[in-house]
């Protein structure tokens, strides 16, 4: 497997543009994750799906940010309009659970670094 | 005060030397992670545990739960383990959310 992967790894675009971040999680994964990285508040947890349902988005930080997953193997995390405060490295992660519990850690992906000016 | 506190910020040692990270917190927690990120940005999940001690190759991770602490050693340090050493506990009461420290640098100098 290829891993979690992540699109694009550098993003640099004018406030108030759109931007859409993309996960490809590893196949058999049914939870996915979207953090983000600052200086400032280190890695935190923006949204998590279990089996492409949102189950908890209370990181996300306000109406400006949506995530999707339209099925198992994609997701996006947009950012409408973007603003110089978000400019972060943005992780996905993907973790297999069976009845209810964690096989394993999270496996991450390389990350988009996203820089708004 | 923050839920999950790590020490040290910064550590920098000898190539050979063993290495303690420790990780300590104040809610309950289901299960702690440590993770490693590279120079580059890329994070590892490199343990997932809720009880006892697990080991992979030169990686040590314990947890003692009554303690609500936890620690990360390396035996035989070597400076490719240099990276920023982050651990997170995930929440007992049945959701995902995981809340990090604030990492360790570690520098291991040949």
């Known amino acids: 497997d290829a891993g979690v992967i992540q699109s694009p790894r550098h993003e640099v675009t004018e406030m108030g543009q759109e931007v859409t971040l993309r996960c490809k999680p590893i196949s058999g994964h049914n939870s996915l994750f979207w953090y983000r990285q600052t200086m400032m508040r280190g890695l935190e947890l923006l949204i998590y799906?279990?089996?492409?349902?949102?189950?908890?988005d209370s990181g996300m930080p306000e109406d400006r940010f949506s995530a999707k997953m339209p099925n198992a193997s994609f997701s996006t995390l947009k950012i409408q309009p973007s603003e110089p405060r978000d400019s972060a490295v943005y992780f996905c992660?993907?973790?297999?659970?069976?009845?209810?519990?964690?096989?394993?850690?999270?496996?991450f992906g390389s990350g988009t670094r996203l820089t708004v000016v | 005060k923050n839920e999950v506190e790590q020490s040290p910020q910064n550590l920098t040692a000898q190539e050979g030397e063993f290495i303690t990270i420790n990780c300590s917190y104040s809610v309950g927690i289901s299960a702690l992670h440590w993770l490693q990120q590279h120079p580059g940005g890329g994070i590892v999940s490199l343990f997932m545990l809720s009880s006892g001690k697990k080991k992979h190759g030169r990686l040590i991770a314990t947890i003692n739960i009554q303690e609500k602490h936890s620690s990360l050693h390396i035996t035989a340090s070597h400076p490719r383990d240099s990276a920023v050493y982050i651990c997170?506990?995930?929440?007992?009461?049945?959701?995902?959310?995981?809340?990090f420290g604030t990492g360790t640098r570690l520098t291991i100098i040949p």
């Open positions: 997170a506990a995930r929440s007992a009461f049945g959701n995902e959310k995981l809340t």
């Open positions: 992660a993907s973790k297999l659970y069976s009845l209810g519990r964690a096989m394993d850690g999270y496996t």
């Open positions: 799906f279990n089996n492409n349902v949102p189950i908890d």
